[in-house]
């Protein structure tokens, strides 16, 4: 999946995008002003420039964009955007569930698995990091889970339902529904349509 490197105006600047917030690339497209959001791969450390992963579908709006640039060519962005700010300790555990580029708002630092050797370089360096990858149609002799995410491999890799946990869906609609009715049923708080900071189940 092809990264895209944006300039920023100066080489010393960084993004200074907070974590869990992502930015908003507009078009005009038809007359109408289009906007979808995406997190950057790169973090405040990376100076001059920002990274984004984007997977381009041939009938999407904004996404088709990206594979028509060429050097050189500028793109409207905005941010940051998002109601979720993280802060280290908010809360006691935090279980994310992510579907393809939906990876990106979960590692703000990309792929048949996204960003895989860093996931699984942080789950081997930090104990209180743990990593389950879940393939559709996973090669022979795959370990880890396949087919869909479902509600039985949220229960043994994700914190449980409680007050001091948080879990975090980004990704594809529809397997963000599917996941919405999987923790539903586990006994998780029940979504709202647009997610707060509070929310116990916060979907980006
Ligand atoms: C917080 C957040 C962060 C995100 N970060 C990233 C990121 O880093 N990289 C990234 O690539 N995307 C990311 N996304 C998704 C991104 O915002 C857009 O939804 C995506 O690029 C599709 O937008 P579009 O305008 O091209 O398609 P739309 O105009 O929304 O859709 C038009 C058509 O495109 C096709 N299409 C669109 N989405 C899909 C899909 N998921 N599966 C199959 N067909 C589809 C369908 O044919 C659809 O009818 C993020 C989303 C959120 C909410």
């Not at 994310?96 to 703000?108: D, E, Y």
Request: glycine share 10%; charged share 25%; aromatic share 6%.
């Amino acid at each position: 999946m092809p990264s895209y490197r944006f300039a920023l105006p100066r080489k010393d600047a960084c993004l200074g995008l907070p974590i869990g917030q992502h930015v908003s690339v507009m078009a005009e497209i038809n007359g109408k002003q289009i906007s979808r959001s995406y997190t950057p791969t790169t973090s405040d450390d990376d100076l001059g420039h920002f990274d984004l992963l984007i997977k381009s579908y041939p009938q999407g709006n904004i996404s088709k964009r990206f594979s028509e640039l060429k050097v050189g060519d500028e793109m409207a962005v905005r941010g940051p955007k998002g109601n979720f700010n993280y802060t280290p300790n908010m809360c006691r555990a935090i279980g994310m569930i992510a579907g393809g580029t939906g990876i990106t708002p979960m590692l703000q630092r990309g792929e048949d698995i996204l960003l895989r050797e860093e996931l699984d370089e942080l789950a081997e360096k930090h104990d209180n990091i743990s990593v389950y990858h879940v393939l559709n149609t996973p090669p022979v002799g795959w370990t880890q889970g396949s087919g869909f995410v479902t509600a039985d491999m949220i229960k043994e890799h994700c914190p449980a339902p409680a007050k001091d946990i948080k879990m975090l869906l980004c990704g594809p609609l529809p397997m963000v529904k599917a996941m919405t009715e999987n923790l539903i049923e586990l006994g998780y708080d029940k979504p709202r349509g647009a997610s707060q900071l509070a929310d116990q189940v916060y979907k980006f």
